[in-house]
């Protein structure tokens, strides 16, 4: 048999929301929803006015946070459709805590800001803040 029960492995998915997401608390029920399950990752608005964001830990509890991404969310949002990419299973999660990311227009007005942030956002790999710094 395997080493590890099948619901142990740890998985990493990447995710957007579509729909009503923005405005209506959604970050904060998302970072409470997913440390009640012992998940990691971030959650963070897009300019396209969709959510996005990352989810890490034990496969059961990750498809139980994505059918609350898909299903739930905040009491006030509508969720038109999640979607969900680049799910691989990894050797060890890579945060310690389930994050909200500030977005990053807010960056984009001060270089030494940009290279400050860059330097924190770093390990999260958002790309978007290379947007912000090449401007």
Known sequence: ????????????????????????????????????????????????GTVQGQLQGP?????HMQEWLETRGSPKSHINKANFNNEKVILKLDYSDFQIVKQCPEFKFS????VVWF????EIELLCVNVSISQ
Do not use: C, P
């Open 1 to 48: 048999g395997l080493s590890m029960a099948e619901g142990d492995t740890l998985v990493s998915v990447d995710y957007e929301i579509f729909g009503k997401v923005q405005g209506v608390f959604f970050h904060q029920h998302t970072q409470d929803e997913g440390k009640k399950l012992g998940l990691v990752g971030w959650v963070q608005n897009t300019d396209q």
């Open 59 to 63: 496969i059961s509890k990750v498809r």
């Open 111 to 114: 270089k030494i800001n940009s």
């Open 119 to 122: 330097s924190l956002l770093i």
